[in-house]
């Protein structure tokens, strides 16, 4: 099991992207071009760097959860202790308040969308500039046409919850900006390509 101190700023200055499940996931055609946290079973799509995964098992068909177990990602952050997952690569987290954004304590703050949770992890990792993709409560998820988002009727609430992590990070010096042209997360915008393209000269991959 890795301990979540040992990583902390081990990508200070980094562009961080990162990647929920939705549609526009499938914009990121060079994922080697930045950090990615993940979540989930994005490694259908591409292998994160990073893995979050805050649902136990049950949560997922059989096909989505073989995604996870089998993912490529360097570390899976969780909360879950029993979650059936690599041991090696498994970082325990705790989880703070739900809704919250208080980014230098210990406990990291939560909302119903497992990206938020990443977002802050990014932030302890030291990122300069996150790129938030995937994100979108439009329907259907990247591999899938599966409808609506089971969390669609909340996304102004979810969004609220964005725009103050935003703000909590701009006061720290922490550029975040939304890669997806069609999310609903209404933090401001920026093109990936000119996103995976900003400078990042004190970044230091250790």
Excluded at 16 to 23: A, D, K, L, M, S
Excluded at 117 to 143: E, Q, W
Aim: proline content about 4%.
């Amino acid at each position: 099991m890795i301990d979540f101190t040992r990583i902390n700023n081990k990508h200070k200055g980094a562009n961080i992207i990162v990647c929920g499940c939705g549609e526009s996931a499938s914009l990121l055609t060079e994922p080697d071009k930045n950090i990615v946290i993940g979540v989930n079973d994005i490694q259908r799509l591409l292998s994160p760097n990073y893995l979050v995964v805050v649902n136990d098992k049950t949560s997922f068909s059989p096909q989505r959860w073989s995604f996870i177990e089998t993912t490529q990602a360097e570390i899976i952050f969780t909360h879950l202790r029993g979650l059936k997952v690599d041991e090696k690569k498994k970082c325990i987290i705790a989880l703070g308040r739900y809704g919250g954004c208080e980014l230098d304590k210990v406990a990291i703050d939560y909302s119903s969308n497992s990206p938020y949770i990443a977002s802050i992890i990014a932030y302890k990792l030291g990122a300069k500039n996150i790129g938030l993709l995937g994100v979108d409560f439009t329907p259907n998820h990247f591999f899938a046409k599966t409808g609506d988002h089971p969390l669609s009727k909340k996304s102004a609430t979810i969004s609220n919850e964005y725009i103050q992590l935003h703000k909590s990070l701009a006061n720290k010096g922490v550029n975040f900006y939304n890669l997806s042209p069609s999310s609903k997360i209404l933090i401001p915008k920026m093109n990936l390509h000119d996103f995976q393209n900003l400078q990042d000269d004190q970044y230091e991959n250790k």
